[in-house]
């Protein structure tokens, strides 16, 4: 089966503190997931760039996209803690987004991307929304080849969502149009922040016939995890 990704933005609103929210995070949500799930390959969290929200974004390799149906991992959610699921309803926004691999411009020796060893230190996110005439794979094989052009890019992959799921108090009560997020993500990753201010890049992203470029984020590295998949867990 195809390799997984997951993807989640967040907020932490006037109901929690930042301090709450990062030791929830750091030291019990991810540790959950990266030390004991040998199938969450890598983990990272960003923190906004661009002063938009959600102000937060965690990033997750995952070995199969039959692990967002396993076990091992649905235990997780469904057997919450009392404090993790006190915290959750409190959350300004939690959007979770389960994704598909579906193509990648290849690993780059200046950054071991999401894992912890040397790690992306600056991304840009997007959606791409796709006309009828056109097809994601037409977007990211243009994209891969002019983009390899731009300097101070590392790497690009794109991501088919197959699952997603709004919540927070900003998202209670909501219409049906509130579940609404784009079917593509697209993760571009850089050596520095002035990489992607480029025009030939603005230029690849830019919103064209048959594309709609939508969402479009930037980041900078909060954390990279060890975990048990990458064999380097903590001692």
């Not at 230190?121 to 977007?139: C, E, L, R």
């Not at 990279?224 to 903590?234: H, V």
Request: hydrophobic fraction near 35%; include cysteine.
């Amino acid at each position: 089966m195809p390799l997984g990704f997951l993807v989640v933005f967040s907020e932490t609103g006037s109901q929690v503190t930042l301090e709450e929210f990062q030791d929830w995070y750091n030291n019990e949500h991810v540790p959950l997931r990266m030390n004991y799930l040998k199938s969450f390959l890598t983990g990272a969290r960003f923190s906004a760039a661009d002063s938009l929200k959600p102000t937060w974004l965690a990033l997750y390799d995952i070995n199969d996209i039959s692990t967002f149906h396993h076990e091992s991992y649905t235990r997780l959610r469904a057997n919450r803690s009392h404090r993790e699921a006190a915290l959750v309803v409190r959350l300004e926004v939690l959007d979770r987004r389960t994704c598909e691999v579906l193509s990648d411009s290849g690993m780059s020796p200046v950054s071991s991307s999401l894992a912890s060893s040397n790690p992306t230190t600056y991304i840009v996110t997007h959606g791409i929304n796709v006309g009828p005439d056109g097809s994601i794979d037409d977007w990211t094989k243009d994209a891969f080849e002019k983009l390899r052009n731009v300097k101070g890019w590392v790497r690009t992959r794109s991501f088919k969502c197959i699952d997603n799921l709004k919540t927070g108090t900003s998202v209670a009560g909501n219409g049906p149009e509130e579940q609404i997020v784009s079917k593509y993500f697209i993760l571009h990753e850089f050596e520095n922040p002035s990489a992607p201010d480029s025009p030939e890049f603005d230029s690849i992203v830019a919103s064209r016939e048959r594309f709609d470029t939508v969402e479009r984020r930037s980041w900078n590295l909060y954390r990279a995890y060890p975990g048990i998949a990458q064999g380097n867990m903590p001692q």
